[in-house]
Every structure is written in structure tokens, then in C-alpha cells.
């Protein structure tokens, strides 16, 4: 009887809450409304429906519920932690697709599959329904109307296209809020829209962050009239590091990122102006730095802000996320699942009490009210992974993208760049920065020997500066500044199957010299 009570009771209680958050996407205007009356109070509230969808789900839910047990679990009211976090490895891959599905079953009528990129291996199928997909559709319109406001929005979707949730579901959403053209990454279709619409509309291109920046060296090299354009960036399916930022915003007027993933949903979370003013602050603020991330903490993660009531989100004690997806619409339901990002959360008060210079909150608080979010913040490191180990320091891909791209006047020669630790004939390991020309250019001798000499010097400066562990190595070991910088035709080297790949692949597995 208590069985059946408890049943019953966590069944109404989850589909009244998934039935309230329908009401506030009826519109963009409600979206936006409601996203701005956040509260952190409302956390709370967030954490038990979160406790109540994983016991849902451990009633309903055929895998789960054999998972549990597998795991030895035992109810506990109220008590999120008493879940076992889920992973691809541990639940994705261990049962069928029905039986991770509500009452074991696939929906079929409107249920559309996608598949994710591969880029960390093998590619996965993932069903969402009908009510899951309008879901994601309207909240990822609602932001879209917020960071880019307009009347005559004009998107061009440059994601690819096909199996991959965010192409298709990018032009869906957009297409509610804006006049939409799926051109797919080809940069000629967009050239030839642009010129062919006139400068009339608000841009908003869609894509990969290293796509952008092959449409900008592409309407730059064709003398592109951008001062007559307003043209924005919505990119996401990767990190973007503020080196990259500046060099796009030279042209665009604005650059913005969402976080999602396949494994989860698209749009659990996105970047304000507020954000991108913490993370720019990061940069140079020590104090800000240290509050917010830890005195030995010298990466600098995106920053987005989040809404808990949608996908609450935790973190491990090794920093890693969780996210549950509190609505009984998604088909298959994601609880405190581990898709192997590391990051911070911090909520809003706890961001600007750590402002403490008083110009510098005078200017957050006017970036601030661009967009009046006070939603918390995540702050992202990427996949825990990716990461290369070299003399006892840790090097990220994005620690490379920023000393590629910081004042770097050869910049635009780059079509993109991936990381290998090779050993070499000396049986010592050298970490080997390999970079990709843009397609149809070649170079001389003396011009690629100058690109080298660029490229290297600005990577060991950027790691110098944010790395402590690589700075003291290269105090102790001067041969620690032996980085190589191999430079690769278009579709060449480790690139050679780069065209198959929708997202750039930036770690190799290394060979012997």
C-alpha cells in the first residue's frame, strides 16, 4: 500500500510540474519572463523535483530500476545523493534502448532519432519524443530572442545537417522566431545568401566556434562589405576561447555559445553578457579568479548560466557534472547522469558578492542588465579527458587555441590545428602542435619557417602564463620549451580524414618517431 501511494503520489507530482513548465514556453516573451525571475531559493525546489524524477524513473523505468539494484540502492525520502550517478558506460551501453525508455517501451509516432558527432569514438543513437523535441525547440527559440534581440532576424543555420541533433533541431527552433536558410557548412552558400538578402536583416549565423572563423577569412579575403551588416554568432558543440572571441568580434557583432550534448539535451545552458563579462574578468582579475575557481585554478572555463528547474545540475568530489533533466517528456530519462565535463557552479549572488572592486561591479552590473538573467552560472571545463600530460604539466586544447590566436597576424592563414604527444627517436615525449592550411593555399619555405616560429612562440608564452607546472618545467628544463609545430596542407597528415568528421578532432594518439 505504501508502494502504491508512493507511486501514485510521485506520478501526479511530476506531471503537474512538467505540465507547469509548458506555460511559460507558450511564448518567447514567457520564456524570457520567467528565465529573468530566478530565484535561489527556487534551487531547492529544483533539487527534490530532481529527487522525485529519479525515483519516478526508478518505478517506471525498466533499466533503472534494475540498475538500482544492481548497485545495491535503497529509498531514502528526499535524498538525491542515494542515487548512483549514470554514465554512457555503465547505463547507456548496458541495456536496451526500450528498457531505458518509460515502462519499457519506444514511442514511436514523432519520435526523431539523433545521432551524436563520434568525435570521442564511437557514434550513438538517441531517441527523443515528440514532446521532448518541442521542449528543446521552445527553450532553445526563448534564449535565442533574449541574446539577439530583433524584428528581423534572419538565421543561417551552417550546422551540419542530417542524423545530428543540432542541425536539424537548430533550424526547427529558429525557424519560429526567424526566417531560417539550412545551408549546411558551406561557406559559398553562405557568401552567396549574404550578398543575395542585402544588408536589410540581423544576421545570426549557427555553426561549430572554428566554422565562424572560416567564414570571416572567407568574406575578408573577398573584401566582404561588413560594415553595412549586422551579423551575430550562435555557436556551440564545442569550447570557444575568448583568443578566438576577439578575433570574431572584429567582424561580428556578437558571439554567443550554448552547452548541450548529445547524451543530454540541447540548451542546458547558454551564455549572457553577464557571463561573457565574468569570464573576460577572469582573465586578468586575481582576486575574481581565486574566489570563483581556486588559488591553484589557472584555466579559464565558459561560463553560462543555467536553469535548475529544467536540467539540475550537481557536481562529484572530482568536479565532474551531473545533470538531471527534471520532465517526464524526455522519452529516455537522463538522472544524475555523467557525461564526463568538468566544472564549477556558483550561483548569481555568490558571482557578484565576489566582485569586489567597485568599478568592476559598476560594469558587471551593466552587462548585467543586457539581458537581467540571475539564473547560477556553470562554470565548464570540457571533458575531464581532454588533456595531454608533458613534463609533469597538464596541456589543453584550448590553452593552444588561445596561443594560436592571440595577436597572431598569420591567424587567418590557419583552417584549424589538433594536439599529439609523439616520442621521438631519442625515446623522449614532445608534445607536437600540428596545424591545418586553409584549403587552395600554399606557402614558401621562408613563410611557412615564419608561421612555425609564430605559432610556437605564442603557445609557450600562453602556457607559460596559465600554467604554473609548465612554467616551473621550463625554470628547471629549458629542453621543457622543445614544442614542435608541424604545418599540414589542407585534407593532409593527421587531417586526412578530418572531412568525414562534423566536428574537429583535437587530440591524436601519438606515434614513434
Known amino acids: 500500500m505504501v508502494t502504491f501511494l508512493r507511486r501514485w503520489t510521485l506520478r501526479f507530482a511530476s506531471f503537474a510540474l512538467t505540465w507547469l513548465y509548458t506555460l511559460y514556453r507558450i511564448h518567447p516573451a514567457m ?31 525498466p533499466a533503472y530500476g534494475d540498475y538500482l539494484r544492481r548497485n545495491h540502492w535503497r529509498f531514502r525520502w528526499f ?3 542515494s542515487y548512483p550517478p549514470t554514465d554512457k558506460r555503465s547505463y547507456v551501453q548496458a541495456y536496451p ?10 514511442e514511436i509516432a514523432g519520435s526523431v532519432v539523433d545521432e551524436s558527432s563520434g568525435s570521442s569514438g564511437q557514434p550513438f543513437n538517441w531517441i527523443r519524443s515528440r514532446r521532448e523535441l518541442r521542449s528543446v525547440h521552445k527553450n532553445l527559440a526563448g534564449y535565442a530572442t533574449m541574446v539577439f534581440p530583433s524584428k528581423r532576424r ?45 544588408p536589410g536583416f540581423d544576421y545570426i549565423v549557427t555553426a561549430y566556434p572554428p566554422f565562424l572563423k572560416h567564414l570571416r577569412d572567407k568574406l575578408d579575403a573577398e573584401d566582404f562589405p561588413w560594415a553595412e551588416y549586422r551579423i551575430s554568432g550562435l555557436v556551440g558543440g564545442e569550447g570557444m576561447t575568448e583568443a578566438l572571441r576577439d578575433y570574431l ?30 569570464r573576460r574578468r577572469l582573465r586578468t582579475d586575481v582576486a575574481l579568479r581565486t574566489a570563483l575557481l581556486g588559488a591553484d ?24 557534472v551531473l545533470c538531471t533533466i527534471n520532465s517526464t517528456a524526455v522519452l529516455s530519462p537522463r538522472v544524475r547522469y555523467n557525461i564526463g565535463d568538468e566544472g564549477r557552479l556558483v550561483s548569481y549572488p555568490e558571482v557578484v558578492a565576489a566582485i569586489v572592486d567597485p568599478e568592476a561591479r559598476a560594469d558587471a552590473e551593466r552587462a548585467w542588465q543586457v539581458d537581467r538573467m540571475r539564473l547560477p552560472l556553470l562554470f565548464l571545463y570540457g571533458r575531464k579527458d581532454s588533456t595531454i600530460s608533458y613534463m609533469g604539466a597538464n596541456i589543453y586544447p584550448q590553452d593552444v587555441e588561445y596561443g594560436l590566436y592571440t595577436g597572431n597576424a598569420q591567424a587567418h592563414l590557419l583552417q584549424s590545428f589538433c594536439l599529439e604527444l609523439t616520442e621521438q627517436a631519442d625515446l623522449e615525449s614532445r608534445p607536437v602542435v600540428h596545424l591545418q592550411l ?28 596559465v600554467s604554473r607546472d609548465f612554467a616551473e618545467s621550463l625554470a628547471e628544463d629549458p629542453s621543457a620549451a622543445d614544442l614542435r609545430v608541424e604545418v599540414h596542407e589542407f585534407g593532409t597528415g593527421p587531417f586526412a580524414d578530418a572531412a568525414s568528421k562534423i566536428k574537429n578532432v583535437y587530440l591524436v594518439k601519438g606515434v614513434t618517431a
Open 79 to 81: 535524498d538525491l545523493s
Open 438 to 465: 586553409r584549403e587552395h593555399l600554399a606557402l614558401d619555405p621562408d613563410q611557412r619557417r615564419s608561421l612555425v616560429d609564430t605559432c610556437r612562440a605564442g603557445v609557450l608564452r600562453h602556457l607559460a602564463e
Open 154 to 198: 534572419f538565421v543561417i543555420n551552417a550546422y551540419s545537417m542530417g542524423a545530428w541533433a543540432t542541425g536539424t533541431n537548430t533550424g526547427i527552433a529558429m525557424s519560429t522566431i526567424a526566417m531560417v536558410k539550412n545551408t549546411g557548412p558551406d561557406l559559398q552558400k553562405i557568401v552567396d545568401t549574404l550578398r543575395y538578402f542585402g
Open 297 to 320: 585554478e589557472h584555466r579559464l572555463p565558459m561560463v553560462f548560466q543555467y536553469n535548475p528547474l529544467e536540467t539540475y545540475l550537481e557536481t562529484t568530489p572530482d568536479q565532474e
Open 31 to 61: 520564456w524570457r519572463l520567467t528565465a529573468r525571475q530566478y530565484r535561489p531559493y527556487m534551487g531547492r525546489f529544483a533539487r527534490l523535483h530532481a529527487w522525485m524524477t529519479c525515483q519516478f524513473a526508478a518505478i517506471d523505468v
Open 97 to 106: 534502448e526500450a528498457q531505458r525508455c518509460w515502462h519499457g517501451e519506444i
Open 249 to 278: 568580434q572584429e567582424r561580428f557583432v556578437k558571439v554567443r555559445s550554448g552547452y548541450g550534448a548529445s547524451d543530454l539535451t540541447i540548451g542546458i545552458a547558454g551564455e549572457t553578457d553577464f557571463s561573457v563579462w565574468v
